[in-house]
């Protein structure tokens, strides 16, 4: 017997702080923002490769390593370390704990084409017209959190299999149009960018 199944409200709320986190630094706000020798903001904002790897990452611990709030501290260890490999080389060499594979169609793979489709394939594929990656991240991390937010509250799976990810991406280019284009009227409902809280 097929159902289908939409992310717990621990998800969603592990997934819109994490990207708010990303994006503003402060995964581990010393870290990030005192002991790199770049700016941290500037550097995410040119690189979007930076920004998939984290999801990447996040994503990992998040269906694998913690069934909880995942360590956000060792995640931002990890940003560093890409940044910097020279300077934070006495860290443990994490990237086996990434794994990028998106052969297939479950809650990681679908959420790493979101953010592999919000990153790095901005400049050939972009959601908005002339709006690019650096865009959304110059605009700041509640932009990117509630984008990710529409994201995970649409997404829906039927027997652990993702059913609707075009539209869930469609979801989020219409919060994008209402964003970036004035007077733009997004036919967005209350539930699809409520920024879900997990207490638990």
Known sequence: MSSKTKLSI????????????????????????????????????????????????????????????????????????????EKFNNLIDMDAETDCDIDKIGLKEAFLEFSYRFSIAQSKFPFIDSVTYTDFISDGANNVETCFAIWANVIEFENGSVINQDYAISRVKEYLKMYYRNGYQAQLEDWEWELHLFEG
Not at 27 to 55: G, I, M, R, T
């Open 10 to 85: 621990r998800q969603r709320s592990n997934i819109r702080f994490f990207t708010y986190y990303l994006v503003n630094g402060s995964l581990d706000f010393d870290l990030l923002h005192n002991q790199l020798s770049v700016e941290y903001h500037d550097y995410l904002k040119e690189h979007p490769e930076l920004f998939y790897k984290a999801c990447c990452a996040f994503i990992d611990q998040e269906c694998q390593h913690n069934p909880n709030w995942p360590p956000v501290k060792r995640l931002a260890v990890m940003i560093a370390y890409w940044i910097e490999p």
